[in-house]
């Protein structure tokens, strides 16, 4: 699909849902989806503000246009199927602030991306929230940016929200402590970022070259279940100078314990940024390239995806203007009514209340 109108961010009030940008698709627009998609997050064409998603096998004119899910396999095939159609082609995923509990557990997110031109999890091409960094920034909307960015951080709220929040108890350290992010291996996020395991690779060994400093790892928790297997272990192994952070234990917990973060792709990343912490990347997330972060990354399609983000760099709450306010669509998860990102903010902090006090 062309990459379609320039649309400026929304600068709506906090307090009402902004207009629904022309690159995203009609709320009342017929969307066709593969069978694991429709099954898999029934939620999803409510949260778009229509109907459930309908088949791709819907007869001719039955569709107004196609969604893939993130990076999958199936989401490429989607994407052959609306291009032999002639119909417009989104590619969709959760926003960064999704829900409390894991969407593996059925639970469905409060916010999801919709993307005309690629999707922010894969730098390898553009995608609309490069477009909205890219593009002059709204004076009004930095400045809600901001009130949101502060928000966010002292209500200790990031993607995934239901983790114990408690301090970790390392005690002083004899250097400043360096946040060695873990990722599951093979994750397509990963790709996405051009990068691969020689990425996590180069991380260590940056990390051992740095002097004095406190090494720490950010075990993921299917890692730490069993269930999968990640990077880091077979590069750390059972070194007694790698102090191991538990998967189970919120972000900003962490967070608190750390002096910066170092990953490839993980949006830990992105919640340091928004904490004013110092971040390497060893890949390209949506958050690199901008002038915010420490990027190391240096495979060719690196090197391509910060060229082209290199003629802007960005504010904080510019990023954060684009990537929690312009780029996805926020809704109660029960209902599909839209609302705002301060309003998600408020119902988050209230499902957490309620989760912890069960």
């Not at 949260?47 to 096998?57: E, K």
């Not at 082609?89 to 005309?116: C, F, H, M, N, Q």
């Not at 929690?324 to 009514?337: F, K, N, Q, S, V």
Request: charged share 20%; proline share 10%.
């Amino acid at each position: 699909m062309t990459e379609g109108p320039r649309s400026p961010a929304p600068a709506a009030p906090a307090g009402e849902p902004p207009q629904r940008p022309a690159w995203m698709p009609p709320p009342a627009a017929r969307l066709g989806a593969w069978h694991w998609t429709r099954n898999d997050l029934p939620w999803l064409g409510r949260s778009l503000g229509g109907g459930p998603l309908r088949s791709l096998a819907a007869p001719p004119g039955g569709l107004d246009g196609v969604l893939g899910w993130g990076l999958k396999p199936l989401a490429h095939a989607a994407r052959v199927v609306a291009t032999l159609r002639r119909l417009p082609y989104w590619t969709a995923e959760d926003g960064l602030l999704r829900s409390v509990g894991l969407g593996k557990s059925g639970v469905p997110s409060i916010s999801v991306v919709v993307d005309d031109i690629g999707i922010h999890i894969d730098a390898r091409r553009p995608s609309r929230l490069e477009r909205l960094c890219l593009e002059a920034p709204d004076p009004a909307l930095r400045q809600r940016a901001g009130a949101l960015r502060r928000s966010l951080v002292a209500q200790r709220l990031t993607k995934y929200n239901h983790l114990p929040d408690r301090p970790l108890g390392l005690g002083p350290a004899p250097g400043r402590r360096i946040l060695l992010v873990d990722q599951v291996f093979g994750d397509r996020s990963i790709a996405g970022a051009c990068a691969d395991a020689a990425a996590f690779a180069a991380m260590c060994a940056a990390a051992d070259a740095a002097p004095g400093a406190v090494i720490c790892a950010r075990v993921h928790p299917d890692v730490a279940a069993g269930y999968v297997e990640g990077y880091l272990a077979p590069l750390l192994g059972r070194r007694p100078d790698v102090v191991l952070i538990d998967g189970e234990v919120a972000t900003h917990a962490v967070l608190d314990a750390v002096d910066e973060v170092w990953t490839v792709s993980s949006q830990m990343g992105f919640d340091a940024l928004l904490r004013g912490m110092p971040v390497r990347c060893f890949g390209v997330p949506f958050y690199a390239g901008w002038g915010l972060t420490d990027d190391r990354a240096d495979t060719a399609l690196a090197r391509a995806a910060l060229a082209r983000r290199a003629p802007r760099r960005l504010d904080l709450d510019d990023l954060v203007a684009a990537a929690l306010i312009a780029y996805p669509l926020y809704a109660c998860p029960d209902t599909g009514r839209p609302i705002t990102p301060e309003a998600a903010v408020e119902r988050l902090v209230a499902e957490r209340a309620a989760y912890f006090a069960r």
